[in-house]
């Protein structure tokens, strides 16, 4: 049973980085199978597409966030990262990874997802 | 970007009873659809994918309907455990994947 779980500071600053990991333990990003995501959903709100990395490194971004995003990927640890640059309030919201099923773009499996607010 | 638009935003229906969301694509997105569960304070479970296809361990008195815009999710008969937001997201104009705004189903 494939698991991911993200990890990373709760609050950040206006302007600043904000960093998270994605662990995935039960299975392989290395294995070529999938492509590895990032959604958010601020608070009450909807579900949005941030960006997805295949274990190669080849990475794709949703246009409207795509000057602030980078995904990365560390394949010896089995995680993927996000960095998302130069924050301000809208960007407080809950951050899911998860798995692309079969590389088609629907979401198999999901990490738990963690808050991160952007407050001073 | 395709803009996927559900109704209504809240349904309120009694256990027991059958509950029928809507699902709306601007453009075609063949059966390229999947719907999501969530539950309050947890991730969205995936639910359906190509329009029809229930998810491991979904129960069938889930399923899903259509093809082009206009798709369907039901419930035929309510629990108790399936209160909650359901999302549909196409994944026709992969990598670039949209959702819906969320259905609410209450209890009646």
């Known amino acids: 049973q494939v698991q991911l779980q993200e990890s990373g500071p709760g609050l950040v600053k206006p302007s600043q980085t904000l960093s998270l990991t994605c662990t995935v333990s039960g299975g392989s990003i290395s294995s070529g199978d999938y492509y590895w995501s990032w959604i958010r959903q601020p608070p009450g709100k909807g579900l949005e597409w941030i960006g997805y990395?295949?274990?190669?490194?080849?990475?794709y971004y949703n246009p409207s966030l795509k000057s602030r995003v980078t995904i990365s990927v560390d394949t010896s640890k089995n995680q993927f990262s996000l960095k998302l640059s130069s924050v301000t309030a809208a960007d407080t919201a809950v951050y899911y990874c998860?798995?692309?099923?079969?590389?088609?773009?629907?979401?198999?499996?999901w990490g738990q997802g963690t808050l991160v607010t952007v407050s001073s | 970007e395709i803009v996927m638009t559900q109704s209504p935003a809240t349904l309120s229906v009694s256990p027991g009873e059958r509950a029928t969301l809507s699902c709306r694509a601007s453009?075609?997105?063949?059966?390229?659809l999947a719907w999501y569960q969530q539950k309050p304070g947890q991730a969205p479970r995936l639910l359906i994918y190509?329009?029809?296809t229930r998810a491991t361990g979904i129960p069938a008195r889930f399923s899903g309907s259509g093809s082009g815009t206009e798709f369907t999710l039901t419930i035929s008969s309510l629990q108790s455990e399936d209160f909650a937001v359901y999302y549909c997201?196409?994944?026709?104009?992969?990598?670039?994947?949209?959702f819906g705004q969320g259905t609410k189903l209450e209890i009646k």
């Open positions: 190509g329009a029809s």
């Open positions: 453009q075609s997105v063949s059966s390229n």
């Open positions: 998860a798995r692309v099923s079969d590389s088609s773009g629907y979401l198999d499996y």
């Open positions: 990395i295949y274990y190669s490194g080849s990475t």
């Open positions: 997201q196409q994944y026709n104009n992969w990598p670039l994947v949209t």
